[in-house]
Nanobody
Framework: QVQLVESGGGLVQPGGSLRLSCAAS????????MGWYRQAPGKQRELVAR???????NYADSVKGRFSISRDNAKNTVSLQMNSLKPEDTAVYYC??????????WGKGTLVTVSS
């Protein structure tokens, strides 16, 4: 079992930046593919960014060039640096861990609100 706890959400003005962190416990995440998803009100949860165990990354088209995902296996953490934030980035952001057996683990989420 892996427990995931997100932090770093909050209210930010358009054009601003936030850094989300996901702290994992229970097991080391070095062999897991890690990701950030988000869910806006009335919408389905969508993938924002993913980083594989080999540290390959991919991003949703809507955040390419603005967001950056990284991992620190020694600290068992994953981060999402979000720059040039837009109102449409407002959502609850969830950390995800996927193991080689196909099991998904989720955090409870952190709310990001982009508004002036």
């Amino acid at each position: 079992q892996v427990q995931l706890v997100e932090s770093g959400g909050g209210l930010v003005q358009p054009g601003g930046s936030l850094r989300l962190s996901c702290a994992a416990s229970g097991r080391t995440i070095s062999g897991y593919h890690m990701g950030w998803y988000r869910q806006a009100p009335g919408k389905q949860r969508e993938l924002v960014a993913r980083i594989t165990s080999a540290e390959y990354t991919n991003y949703a088209d809507s955040v390419k060039g603005r967001f950056s995902i990284s991992r620190d296996n020694a600290k068992n953490t994953v981060s999402l640096q979000m720059n040039s934030l837009k109102p449409e980035d407002t959502a609850v952001y969830y950390c995800n861990a996927l193991n080689t057996g196909g099991t998904n683990y989720w955090g409870k989420g952190t709310l990001v609100t982009v508004s002036s």
